[in-house]
């Protein structure tokens, strides 16, 4: 793979001395075919990602940078490591798909929290490296919501250990949102908080909201392609299997109308970012798209049935991201949930120019929310690296 690298040449020209002008004329001959001649560098996918593996390079002592295999429900399974002061608390990231890893696209937004947090990215069974690092017939017997939730909190337990912390955050986005209110019911002792974004709450009415709006959007934009593929599908999802084509028409239309991200009509500019991961060879990037549909096969129909509606009783500190525009993970269904919610403190944070993904489409105010509604449970308890020193004159 090539990929185009633009270079900026500033020519500057110094006398030094008695400089005739017959050579200036013979040197400003030249410079046309010299630069005729000169050919545009093409750096290669290696060089690229060097680049933006050495600019987010961790170099502070305490800090800690690492990609690492972790023997996880009897495979191997990978994890992302990094934080400028391991003193800060940890951050469990939970992707979303099911199968569809943050790791090779956290560079774009993460790396801010990393002043603030440990923050672990997890290839889930199934999913990017860790589908890579195993065979199909060995990761299939923990293909179910009950044995990823199994992972999760095999995962949790080995950093409370390694990282000697008591408790930790857990940050689910989409189909995490799955594994993290699971984990939360279930060791609530372990966490200073549950951060949901992208809340899954009822599946099968989320398709239908989801649906509704794609078509809405269709026919209020006169799209005739668009109308006719979804119409095609009704009642949606009604009683008929939820095929994989049946929920990719859906998925594909509301996507189009920016029901995933707020103002785009498709997710490339992620699919484009994760070509220049340093933490992903072009094996693994392949990798993702045969991890997805092997675990699909798997979780599709148990993740059709997960409905969370009653289950609004929590013990640890709940916190909501929802975008206002988000109609993969309707935000009206989790705005009703948090509604609802016990728990012994709960906050909603509602971001007005997103959709789905929150953390890349608004990361700034992303980043505000983590700090200031999530990162004093562990201020509290002590569980921070030393703050700036300030002086005011």
């Not at 990609?67 to 009897?74: A, D, E, F, M, N």
């Not at 790396?111 to 195993?134: H, I, L, M, P």
């Not at 002792?189 to 009415?205: L, P, T």
């Amino acid at each position: 793979m090539k990929i185009p690298f633009c270079t900026v040449f500033f020519f500057t020209t110094t006398l030094v001395g008695m400089t005739s002008v017959a050579a200036n004329d013979v040197a400003l001959a030249k410079a046309p075919a010299a630069a005729a001649a000169e050919k545009p560098h093409m750096m290669s996918r290696d060089e690229v990602t060097a680049i933006v593996d050495n600019a987010r390079k961790i170099v502070s002592p305490n800090g800690v940078d690492e990609r690492i295999k972790v023997r996880i429900g009897g495979i191997d399974q990978w994890l992302s490591i990094r934080g400028h002061d391991r003193r800060n608390p940890v951050l469990l990231y939970l992707h979303g798909g099911p199968a569809s890893p943050a790791m090779p696209a956290d560079f774009t937004y993460q790396s801010a929290w990393e002043d603030y947090f440990t923050v672990v990215q997890w290839d889930q069974r199934g999913s990017g490296k860790t589908y890579a690092a195993n065979t199909e017939q060995q990761m299939a017997p923990g293909m179910t919501i009950a044995g990823m939730t199994g992972d999760a909190v095999q995962v949790v337990q080995y950093l409370r250990t390694r990282y000697a912390k008591r408790k930790i955050f857990i940050l689910g986005h989409s189909w995490g949102t799955v594994l993290g209110v699971r984990l939360a019911q279930l060791h609530p002792e372990w966490f200073y908080a549950y951060i949901g974004v992208g809340q899954m709450v009822n599946v099968r009415r989320n398709e239908e909201i989801g649906y509704a709006f794609a078509l809405r959007e269709a026919k209020a934009h006169g799209n005739a392609k668009a109308v006719k593929e979804l119409e095609a599908i009704a009642p949606y999802p009604g009683t008929k299997p939820l095929t994989l084509d049946r929920i990719g028409t859906r998925t594909t239309w509301e996507t189009y109308f920016g029901g995933l991200t707020y103002g785009r009509d498709s997710l490339n500019y992620e699919v484009d970012a994760e070509e220049l991961s340093p933490d992903y060879s072009e094996a693994e990037l392949d990798a993702i798209g045969k991890g997805s549909l092997f675990t699909l096969t798997h979780l599709l129909q148990p993740l059709l049935d997960v409905n969370f509606d009653n289950v609004t009783h929590f013990n640890c500190p709940v916190i909501v991201f929802a975008g206002q525009h988000d109609f993969t993970t309707a935000h009206e269904l989790a705005e009703q949930w948090f509604a609802k919610i016990q728990a012994p403190s709960k906050h909603l944070v509602l971001f007005a120019d997103s959709a789905h993904m929150v953390m890349q489409e608004q990361p700034g105010r992303f980043l505000i929310h983590l700090v200031n509604d999530a990162l004093p449970f562990a201020r509290q308890a002590g569980d921070v690296a030393p703050a700036e020193i300030t002086r005011d004159k």
